[in-house]
């Protein structure tokens, strides 16, 4: 079983910018693609970005792109998510999973295990 834990969440002004990282517990990680979800209050849990086993393929909703980069370092099974140029809206909790298999998904069904979530609020 993955284990998934993330962090880098916190409180940031508008225009600035956080790290994500979410670490895995087990050596399957890197045979295993991964995405950010993220859930706003009162809405829908949704897509952020996805990345390959090999972190060759990666993929973004197109709210985030051009701001947001998604990374992993499979020696250190840790992925990591870049948001630059942070925005209000992308106020969220922010969640890291893993699939079973190697091909990055947009798709949340495709994801077998799930972190507990770490929160960002961008507020001035």
């Not at 409180?11 to 993220?38: H, I, K, N, Y």
């Not at 209000?88 to 922010?94: K, L, M, N, Q, S």
Request: hydrophobic share 35%; glycine share 10%; proline share 2%.
């Amino acid at each position: 079983q993955v284990l998934l834990e993330e962090s880098g969440g916190g409180l940031v002004q508008p225009g600035g910018s956080l790290r994500l990282s979410c670490a895995a517990s087990a050596r399957t990680f890197s045979s295993s693609a991964m995405g950010w979800f993220r859930q706003a209050p009162g809405k829908e849990r949704e897509f952020v970005a996805t990345i390959s086993w090999t972190g060759g393929t990666t993929s973004y909703v197109d709210s985030v792109k051009g701001r947001f980069t998604i990374s992993r370092d499979n020696a250190k099974n840790t992925m990591y998510l870049q948001m630059n140029s942070l925005k209000p809206e992308d106020t969220a909790v922010y969640f890291c999973a893993a699939t079973r298999g190697y091909f990055a998904s947009v798709e949340a069904h495709e994801y077998a295990y799930w972190g507990q979530g770490t929160q960002v609020t961008v507020s001035s």
